[in-house]
């Protein structure tokens, strides 16, 4: 009988143990997205929040989302210059079709163009613009984002902020 007891007891510890790894591990896993989305830099257009990676230099706006295969609905690039002018984009090796949306010094955007993967066709900017914010194509049109629309900048982005 010891044994028997010794043995069941060992699996409702090795259960439990297993068990407790498992919860152990998702706290872990949700703790540090919640960090990771608490503190990376975001913008919200219309109540819609998109997380974003920050291009701010010749380099990061050059390379841009190129070679990306995927991008998720509530992230993008925010592109920042050193100062407004009429912007021009392509879409060279970029494999994902995107909205551009030019934003103006006052954070209220210009225009938006849908640009199909992978061309070299252009779109540029109506009007001098500051920032530019691509995110997945077809979104503003879901969203309903539209010229005019002001763009809240948040979350550390104000310190990228030239």
Not at 44 to 56: M, R
Not at 77 to 95: G, R, V
Not at 112 to 141: D, F, H, N, W
């Amino acid at each position: 009988m010891t044994n028997e007891k010794n043995g069941s007891n060992i699996l409702k510890y090795a259960f439990v143990g297993i068990v407790g790894g498992m919860i152990l591990t998702a706290c872990l896993v949700v703790g540090v997205k919640a960090y990771i989305s608490h503190n990376q830099p975001y913008v919200e257009i219309n109540g819609k929040v998109f997380y974003v990676e920050i291009a701010d230099t010749e380099a990061k706006r050059r390379l841009g989302l190129m070679f990306r295969k995927r991008l998720a609905d509530n992230h993008g690039m925010l592109f920042i210059f050193d100062k407004p002018a009429i912007q021009t984009f392509w879409m060279k090796n970029t494999y994902i079709p995107l909205d551009i949306i030019f934003i103006d010094a006052d954070h209220k955007i210009i225009n938006i163009a849908t640009m199909p993967p992978e061309t070299t066709q252009t779109c540029s900017s109506r009007g001098p613009a500051m920032y530019v914010l691509e995110i997945s194509a077809g979104l503003c049109k879901k969203l309903r984002i539209k010229p005019g629309d002001k763009v809240i900048f948040a979350n550390n982005l104000k310190s990228f902020i030239k």
